[in-house]
């Protein structure tokens, strides 16, 4: 079975400049987390997604930020436009349906860096 | 506020030593992970351990949720474990999201 992937892995644009980062979520998990680690500080929830409905998205920085769930299967973060303080690493976690206590499993993660 | 904190924050080791990694979190917890982040920056599933203990090869981990907090321990270290050790949570009265401590970042040494 495979696991949760991200595209790109590493991604470099200019200050100013659109990205959008994918997750493909394992088959069959309705929960689909966001989450990134910038600067070497500890990794924070951005958002959480169940099925295609928006469940929290209390951790998105600001208005740059639009996370889409179409269909409920695929996420996409889109950055627009990316600042130098959006570079770090971007991961996307699934976990199924049943409750608070199972388990989630995370990509490998997206490097973008803003030069 | 909420709180995940790691200890010790770095270790050096020599191959073949053991070490414990703790993880004490503020609040009783409806999930409790351990990751290993990887030079390449992958976060691996190491254990899923809201309480109890688990055991996987050279690794092993103990949550004792009602004293809040978590072990990792690495048994007969190698190099291929070094790297970033986080404990992620899932806090029982918050969100349904992970908060992570600072991490672990673990240097075995041949």
């Known amino acids: 079975e495979a696991g949760v992937t991200q595209f790109p892995s590493h991604s470099v644009i200019e200050k100013g400049q659109t990205v959008t980062l994918r997750c493909d979520p394992i088959?069959?998990?309705?929960?689909l987390y966001w989450y990134r680690r910038v600067m070497g500080k500890e990794i924070k929830f951005l958002l959480h997604?169940?099925?295609?409905?928006?469940?929290?998205e209390s951790g998105m920085p600001n208005n740059r930020f639009l996370a889409e769930r179409t269909g409920g299967t695929y996420s996409t973060l889109k950055v627009q436009p990316a600042e130098l303080e959006d570079s770090g690493v971007y991961f996307c976690?699934?976990?199924?349906?049943?409750?608070?206590?199972?388990?989630?499993?995370f990509g490998q993660g997206t490097r973008l860096t803003v030069v | 506020g909420i709180q995940v904190e790691q200890s010790p924050p770095d270790l050096i080791l020599q191959e073949g030593a053991n070490s414990t990694l703790r993880c004490n979190f503020s609040?009783?917890?409806?999930?409790l992970q351990w990751f290993h982040q990887n030079p390449w920056g992958q976060l691996i599933n190491l254990f899923y351990?809201?309480?109890g203990t688990k055991q996987n090869g050279r690794l092993s981990a103990t949550t004792v949720a009602t004293e809040r907090y978590s072990l990792l321990y690495i048994s007969s270290s190698q190099t291929t474990d070094s790297g970033v050790y986080f404990c992620?949570?899932?806090?029982?009265?918050?969100?349904?999201?992970?908060?992570f401590g600072t991490g672990t970042s673990l240097t075995v040494i041949p």
């Open positions: 088959s069959g998990h309705d929960n």
């Open positions: 976690a699934s976990s199924s349906l049943g409750g608070r206590n199972t388990e989630a499993f």
């Open positions: 997604f169940v099925k295609e409905s928006k469940q929290d």
């Open positions: 992620a949570v899932d806090l029982m009265n918050t969100g349904n999201q992970f908060y």
């Open positions: 609040d009783s917890v409806n999930n």
């Open positions: 351990i809201p309480s």
